[in-house]
Structures are given as C-alpha cells and as structure tokens.
Nanobody
C-alpha cells in the first residue's frame, strides 16, 4: 500500500506560521481529494480541512481564516498553510485521501499506479507555544 508523507511540522510560538505538505514521494496525485486531520496527544482525532479533487477547500470552524489548503496542479501535492497559530493547534497532523471514492497516485516515469480509497500518512507534529 502506497503511503502518503507529511512534512513541514515543527515548533513555533503563538502567532507564527507553518506550511505542511502531503505527497507520495515519486508519485503524482492524479485525482485524490485530501483530508487533513489532527490529533492532540491523548485526545480524539479532529477534522481540519479537505480539498476536493477539483481544488475546492473546506475548513473546520476552529481554523477558518487562519489555515489555507492548496494543491499543486502538476504533482497534486497538497499544502496546508497555517497562519496565526495558537497553542490549541498543537497536535499530530495527518493527511489521508478522502474515502468517498477510490483514487490514484501514479509514477510518471514508470507509469506504475496505485489506486485505493485509504491512502494515509503517519503524521507530522506541530507544537505551538504560548
């Protein structure tokens, strides 16, 4: 099973910014919508944002106006720009393909493709200090 990879996490002070990315190294996202979730330590997972295969983004109320989701048209890499970060944004951020439909990642050199409705990454930690 092809695994997604998140990057860009780190530690920042409140008010700072980070940009997370979600991709499958070596593979282009052909048609997957991507969901971002976050899970603070010891707490339940929380939906953050979704970008559809057509590029339409939606956000949780808690991040609306501060977070922006975008997608690179060539590679399908998805970026979560997080501004004005707050301590309550501290969590493990995880990206996964939207499970509503099967979707595909392909290597544009070998033409190897993977299709699933459950691609996901292991997460990247974001820590925001007051």
């Amino acid at each position: 099973q092809l695994r997604l990879e998140e990057s860009g996490g780190g530690s920042v002070q409140a008010g700072g910014s980070l940009r997370l990315s979600c991709s499958a190294p070596g593979f282009a996202n052909k048609d997957c919508g991507i969901d971002w979730y976050r899970q603070p330590e010891g707490e339940q997972r929380e939906w953050v944002s979704t970008i559809t295969r057509d590029g339409h983004a939606t956000y949780a109320d808690s991040v609306m106006g501060r977070f922006t989701l975008s997608k690179d048209k060539a590679t399908g890499t998805v970026y979560l720009q997080m501004n004005n970060l707050k301590p309550e944004d501290t969590a493990m951020y995880i990206c996964m393909s939207n499970p509503s439909t099967r979707c595909t990642f392909c290597n544009n050199i070998t033409y190897t493709c993977h299709t699933s409705r459950s691609f996901r990454g292991q997460g990247t930690q974001v820590t925001v200090s007051a």
